[in-house]
């Protein structure tokens, strides 16, 4: 099923929050990864893999991720729009 998100800045310039339209992440307890981790999670797999990432945090609707200090968010947006179409369809 396609999940729309919007993507919002947040106080952390290397940082960006991504709400969706359904829950991405389930249960009560919080995922937090950094490059490098290993997941079976689709999604997280999916962000962590993007150059530039370091790392992401997600619970429910919502994933915030951020990048490296020498990352340029021009070039990482496409791509984790292009990792949430892979995963969730369009």
Do not use: C, R
Not at 12 to 26: G, R
């Amino acid at each position: 099923m396609a999940v729309s998100i919007q993507i919002q800045q947040t106080p952390n310039p290397h940082s960006l929050k991504i709400n969706a339209s359904q829950s991405l992440f389930e249960g009560p307890k919080s995922t937090s990864l950094k490059k490098g981790d290993e997941t079976d999670h689709p999604l997280a797999g999916a962000l962590l893999s993007i150059d530039g990432v370091d790392n992401i945090f997600g619970i429910g609707t919502f994933v915030t991720v951020s990048k490296m200090p020498d990352a340029d968010w021009e070039n990482i947006v496409p791509k984790i729009e292009e990792a949430f179409t892979n995963v969730y369809g369009e």
